[in-house]
């Protein structure tokens, strides 16, 4: 069989079998949270259920039992992007917490009044806001790669972007608002050149390719969880040792701490000393479960089977007219978005959402995305390996509904 | 104003679907007359609407008339319908209107909440204008 599965894949989606206003559901905002497999769904119940304790510190059976299985989790993670170490991995809520981490850790102690911190025009509020806040704490410069007209970015203007003020890059890895992979790899051995650490956001490649955080000599990696089959609450921070090791607490609290006394407080080790207080542990247990759902299936064949579909929708709308693609990069990923003359695109989502169909409609959290290409906002439709060509021709039909009803009558 | 409420239900009983419905309430927005494009501030912008919409009004001789726009086609559409009912009005008839009509032409049963929360949004903000006016 050299086509992917969806059939069969689909079944692993509970959900995928629900009915808005009576119409089978086709969802397409998988760029915004993915749909969870039963296995993931379950491992929840199952931890409450038989296991439920706090982690750490029990001598007890359900405690050790909880903080087995905890644990486990953070080593497959390490294998899910091939981190040296375990101890690399800080959990957090999602990608948004870790950019904030990043930040007000090692952005504190290394961004100084004149420095600079360097991201794209294509990030997402989550990293611009955090960065943004630090620099004007700190009377620091926030500097922005440009892209070009297609979304992507201007890898020419990197290197002289890049300046002894720069004292972090950070970028993101596949774009949610242009689909658009970006080169992180090329950017860090630029930013490297000039010992200068990269942070990448992975909120939304981590679900449609692997991803080897050594290979890409990332210094520091972010997603969360319910972007890539998880639930919502639990994502994943990537840091090298010595930059881990180096950096202040985030916030104080149980769990990150070795000693306490009123006249001096001594941290625990990375991992722990990021994870104050006690953690979702049940989100964590079924973000292991998810990687378990990763490994089940076969990624270079899902990888191709979104392709297929991105390729098919994209030859599809283009054969609308009126319709125009926002973010048309040689190198994509899974995301479509684009405008309709004289359609607004929330009507159109409404009415798409009429018909079972849910995409997202708006800015995407990227308004400087917008403003770049000088529209209020893109209907976006996103896909996911359990997605099928069918339900992309049945979209592209309703899109000619939307059109028909929509467009002013005398245009 | 009930026998307008009235007309407007018997009108949508001629239609089959929802789309022959909205098509007629896109018609409606269609006709609105030209809202000044100096009043699309954040002052005339009602919150609480996915959509942008503007919303503006003059009271004299006892009436308020309503003007309006918004850059969602079916929002505009739905203005429209609420001025036939609204615009015109006392500030006391305003005040009053159960506007049950919404209901009985299943307008919000074929779209997500935040559709009937832009709804809600437009009408509280008409009814404090003659909330505004009632006080004088
Ligand atoms: C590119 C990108 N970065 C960051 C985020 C923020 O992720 P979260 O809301 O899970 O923290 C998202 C999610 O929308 C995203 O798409």
Redesign the interface.
């Known amino acids: 069989m050299n086509a992917f599965d969806p059939g069969r894949i689909r079944a692993d989606f509970p959900i995928l079998s629900e009915r808005p206003y009576g119409k089978p559901l086709i969802y397409f905002d998988n760029a915004a949270s993915s749909q969870k497999p039963k296995s993931v769904i379950d491992a929840i119940t199952e931890y409450y259920s038989h296991s439920n304790a706090n982690i750490h510190r029990g001598v007890h059976y359900l405690s050790q039992k909880a903080s087995e299985a905890y644990d486990a989790v953070r080593v497959a993670l390490k294998d899910f992007l091939n981190a040296p170490s375990e101890d690399e991995i800080v959990f957090v809520r999602g990608t948004t917490e870790a950019v904030n981490l990043v930040a007000a850790t090692f952005g504190r102690t290394h961004v100084q009044a004149g420095d600079e911190v360097l991201i794209s025009a294509m990030e997402h509020h989550s990293n611009i806001v955090p960065w943004q806040m630090l620099c004007e704490e700190k009377g620091a410069k926030l500097r922005v790669i440009p892209i070009d007209d297609h979304g992507q970015l201007r890898l020419d203007q990197v290197d002289n972007l890049i300046t002894e003020r720069t004292r972090i890059v950070s970028l993101v890895h596949v774009s949610n608002s242009l689909g658009t992979i970006n080169p992180v790899k090329e950017v860090i051995r630029l930013a490297h050149a000039k010992g200068v650490p990269v942070f990448v956001d992975g909120a939304q490649s981590t679900a449609h390719f692997q991803v080897d955080v050594q290979d890409l000599d990332a210094d520091f990696f972010a997603f969360s969880g319910h972007k890539i089959l998880g639930p919502t609450g639990i994502g994943v921070l990537y840091g090298k040792r010595a930059l881990l090791e180096s950096m202040p607490p985030y916030q104080g609290g149980g769990e990150m701490i070795r000693s306490v006394s009123f006249e001096r407080t001594t941290y625990n080790d990375i991992p722990l000393r990021f994870e104050a207080g006690t953690p979702n542990i049940a989100g964590v247990i079924a973000l292991g479960e998810a990687l378990r759902y990763w490994e089940s299936i076969d990624r270079d064949t899902a990888v191709q089977w979104e392709n297929t579909l991105l390729a098919h929708a994209t030859v599809a709308l283009q054969g609308i007219s009126g319709v125009q693609l926002i973010g048309t990069a040689a190198e994509k990923a899974s995301v479509l978005s684009f405008v309709i003359d004289e359609v607004n695109a929330l009507d159109a989502g409404m009415y798409l959402d009429t018909k079972g169909i849910a995409v997202r409609t708006g800015h995407h959290c990227t308004e400087p995305v917008m403003h770049r290409f000088g529209i209020p906002g893109t209907i976006r439709a996103s896909f996911m390996f359990y997605n099928t060509l069918e339900e992309i021709d049945e979209f592209v039909n309703h899109l000619h509904g939307a059109i028909r009803l929509l467009r002013p009558l005398n245009a | 104003m009930e026998a307008i409420e009235q007309e407007i239900i018997d009108d949508f009983a001629l239609f089959d679907t929802?789309?022959d419905k909205?098509?007629y309430i896109?018609?409606l927005g269609?006709k609105l007359p030209v809202f000044n494009p100096e009043f699309k501030t954040d002052d005339y912008r009602i919150k609480g609407c996915?959509?942008s919409v503007w919303l503006d009004a003059s009271y004299s001789d006892g009436r308020i008339v309503f003007y309006a726009d918004s850059?969602?086609?079916?929002v505009k559409g739905e203005i429209a319908l609420l001025m036939k009912v609204l615009s015109g009005r006392t500030p006391q008839e305003i005040l009053d209107a159960k506007l049950e009509f919404i209901d009985s032409i299943g307008l919000r049963q074929?779209?997500?909440v935040t559709?009937a929360n832009g709804l809600n949004a437009m009408v509280k903000q008409m009814k404090a204008y003659a909330l505004a006016h009632s006080a004088n």
């Open positions: 929802w789309e909205y098509q896109i018609e269609q996915q959509s850059d969602s086609t079916f074929h779209m997500a559709r």
